[in-house]
T-cell receptor, first 111, second 116 residues
Framework: DAKTTQPTSMDCAEGRAANLPCNHSTISGNEYVYWYRQIHSQGPQYIIHGLKNNETNEMASLIITEDRKSSTLILPHATLRDTAVYYCIVSSGAGSYQLTFGKGTKLSVIP | GAVVSQHPSRVICKSGTSVKIECRSLDFQATTMFWYRQFPKQSLMLMATSNEGSKATYEQGVEKDKFLINHASLTLSTLTVTSAHPEDSSFYIC????????????FGQGTRLTVV
């Protein structure tokens, strides 16, 4: 699976949009971009995933660049409960579907 | 979304004893489940892939005789930490996929193991 690069940490004001970037310049054509988050001392929570089109669900939006070498997760109105470590993962989703976690981005939502 | 339940959420055991952790998919069948370990301030590390009805596949450096995995049904996988030592103290997390292709994985709430 392709490697991803994320900033170590970010701050966001409560109520504002949180934009979390991810670089995955070595992504291959059959690999998806997945986003998970982990709130302290809990298991990771699925947020969203996509292949090449932008995606939106009730939690977030995923914007993937046309060359697919980077993406941005957008939390439209961040709340204090969105404070977590956010992981961007690239995986083909085929076979046994292993997910390889990097260090992620620690997002702190500030009142 | 789909629910994966992990039990117990916390366990303290004495050094040398064994501990079993259960991972259940509550509303879907999972032919494959995954076990991760997470040390403080570190990311999740995949330990093994659990396949229903067959032997688990362990990642390099993970002792299969120490971390016994059983996936006896499509909704249950267990991880047994045998002869636990303080260095095995960690946060253990399981996950499972609800479907095929690129469908997302769902994670249990994790088990905090402390070996004293």
């Amino acid at each position: 699976d392709a490697k991803t690069t994320q900033p170590t940490s970010m701050d966001c004001a409560e109520g504002r949009a949180a934009n979390l970037p991810c670089n995955h310049s070595t992504i291959s054509g059959n690999e998806y971009v997945y986003w998970y988050r982990q709130i302290h001392s809990q298991g990771p929570q699925y947020i969203i995933h996509g292949l090449k089109n932008n995606e939106t669900n009730e939690m977030a939006s995923l914007i993937i660049t046309e060359d697919r070498k980077s993406s941005t997760l957008i939390l439209p109105h961040a709340t204090l409960r969105d404070t977590a470590v956010y992981y961007c993962i690239v995986s083909s989703g085929a076979g046994s579907y292993q997910l390889t976690f990097g260090k992620g981005t620690k997002l702190s939502v500030i009142p | 979304g789909a629910v994966v339940s992990q039990h117990p959420s916390r366990v303290i055991c004495k050094s040398g004893t064994s501990v079993k952790i259960e991972c259940r998919s509550l509303d879907f069948q999972a032919t494959t489940m995954f076990w991760y370990r997470q040390f403080p301030k570190q990311s999740l590390m995949l330990m093994a892939t659990s396949n229903e009805g067959s032997k688990a596949t362990y990642e390099q450096g993970v002792e299969k005789d120490k971390f016994l995995i059983n996936h006896a049904s499509l909704t249950l996988s267990t991880l047994t930490v045998t002869s636990a030592h303080p260095e095995d103290s960690s946060f253990y997390i399981c996950s499972a996929r609800a479907g095929t292709g690129e469908s997302e994985a769902f994670f249990g709430q994790g088990t905090r193991l402390t070996v004293v």
